[in-house]
């Protein structure tokens, strides 16, 4: 046991699954504007704390998106007084959104593999190696002893195909891949999954996706590109939260953009930016610039300003980290 | 082994291997239009014939796209005289295309994953359950106890990716994810293998797809959608061919749509109209209504006349087969 700053107390895989075990009404806890990660990881966990007696409620601060009702079900009741709270794939107490008031300080347990995790709970699980959180729900399962069945297995799955982008990024190992193996036996309809997850594109979806590729810019010799999703594009075509993350995946995929950057207008001066990042540009590196943080590949912050304020200070970030970067390699070189 | 039609005797894994160790000197043919799947098993083979002391060459009846060129190597000079000719991931010796007339009829081992294989050569390996013919390949020179290095596992991990749209598709096994864990060890850089192949889209691509979308037209309450190519925007943009080939994968990931209809300009009065469909309809059903065919969930036919005939045509065929197919489903309930 590793004592971290605010006395939060890392435990190793052996400890989670013995404090799980100890315990035995839990109120699991989401990140705000869940993703396939944070809630698979919830209902996998809250499906084996079932499977082994306990009760258990999964709490998400923000509505669960429609297309996760294949593993999303109804959970106990669960009052707050005698309740372990465990929150996963939650990095910073801010990400519980509107539960942090009521839940923020009293997390005891973290599972997360988010390496910018900024110790709030009282006990953290940390792997920050695994390409998901479900990643080490699954271990913490099978360490467990605790029977998979179909519904875990999707959930868990979903999580992993989600964060790696269909075993496509950077944080695929060896063991997400042996995970997946396993799993994809308990009959869990893997193409279905992936279908909804990542080939379903709503037609309000397909209509801002033609307004957002209207404002591509870019800079830096094309190096950059700079995506804007206006509060008026969100109003016309009614998209918003977890559906516009496809959009921060176009902008990585233009031939020899190392930065795809989406600005989200979030408020009168306030916007969300993305950022999305190849070797060597490091994301939370010019998310910390602003504000922000995340992963090497993707990370995000809300900047305050204008539009165009927003967006140079943006670009002042990226090419702060570019040079920094570039320089790195001509020096290696 | 089994005899079956042609003479074609089916071989084992185990004669499969010992077939490759009897003899000396390999012509390693590809399928026309090549593939990961075809590219990355003819070079795989190529380089495990090498490490057991084999000469071979690989021969490929098309231009090999660049994108393949960090596995791609100068093979060996093989005169045909001597050689032993193996076909890869070539199902019908229709689709060796311009090497059909020289090889068609005299290769002496197949080596496919089709299930629609034709047995025209002498000896066939046919493993209809793997998702890639790159899997057979990992499995033979596993069991062959050939030395698998990094360009090798390249080769196999990009079969393998490009068959399954990166494991996303109803063709992966565990299996393959075994194979996929054993493969990423050879610290190939599956991230940017995975870049390359599936997002990266060149800045003219991004601009026809702009361009594309503006024209959608949803029709029979959204469950077909229209997407229109036109002459004018290849030339804008300059993209062609098999760049094309992801404006048809757009019209299929629209949610509520059954049948995606992209129609491309080929000449002043011909357009090639490519049908993306999901059940109860049936792609080639409606292309065989305007001349073409194809597989149930993708097909093709050229049709003449101007855009909005040709329009016209499709949208008639498309309700024809609408009717019929939500006609058998209602009267199935």
Redesign the interface.
């Known amino acids: 046991m590793k004592k971290k700053n605010n006395g939060c107390v890392e435990l190793s895989l052996r400890q989670t699954a013995r404090f799980l075990k100890k315990h035995d009404n839990y109120i699991i806890l989401t990140h705000a504007s869940p993703d396939g990660d944070t809630l698979g990881s919830a209902y996998a966990l809250y499906y084996g704390l079932k499977e082994i007696g306990k009760l258990a409620c999964v709490i998400c601060p923000d509505v669960i998106p429609k297309k996760y009702d294949y593993f999303v079900r109804r959970t106990d009741h669960i009052s707050r007084e005698n309740a372990t709270v465990v929150a996963v794939d939650v990095a910073d107490k801010k990400l519980l959104g509107g539960l942090q008031e009521e839940f923020g300080d009293i997390v005891d347990l973290n599972i997360d593999h988010h390496i910018s995790n900024v110790h709030y709970a009282k006990n953290l699980y940390l792997d920050s190696d695994a390409s998901a959180t479900a990643e080490c729900i699954f271990e913490l399962l099978n360490l467990m002893k605790v029977n998979i069945n179909n519904i875990t297995a999707k959930a868990l799955y979903t999580g992993i195909a989600t964060d790696t982008?269909?075993?496509?990024?950077?944080n695929?190992?060896?063991?997400?891949?042996?995970i997946?193996?396993?799993l994809?036996?308990y009959d869990i309809s893997?193409?279905d999954i992936?279908?909804l997850m990542?080939?379903?594109?709503?037609?309000m979806l397909?209509e801002l996706?033609?307004m957002v590729?209207?404002t591509?810019e870019?800079h830096y010799g094309?190096k950059c590109i700079i995506l804007t999703v206006t509060a008026e594009m969100q109003q016309k075509t009614g998209c918003s939260g977890t559906e516009l993350e496809g959009i921060a995946v176009i902008s990585?995929?233009?031939?020899?953009v190392d930065a795809g950057v989406t600005i989200k207008q979030t408020g009168e001066n306030e916007y969300k930016v993305s950022l999305r990042t190849?070797p060597p540009l490091d994301a939370a590196a010019i998310c910390k610039k602003l504000g922000g943080g995340g992963h090497k590949a993707a990370a995000g912050a809300s900047v305050e300003g204008t539009l165009e304020v927003v967006k140079d200070k943006v670009l002042t970030a990226v090419k702060e980290v570019m040079e920094e970067a570039y320089a790195g390699i001509a020096s290696a070189e």
């Open positions: 982008g269909c075993f496509k990024y950077s695929v190992t060896s063991k997400t891949h042996m997946a193996a396993q994809i036996e893997a193409p992936n279908k990542f080939d379903t594109k709503s037609r397909l996706e033609r590729l209207d591509a870019f094309g990585r995929s233009i031939e020899g190849y």
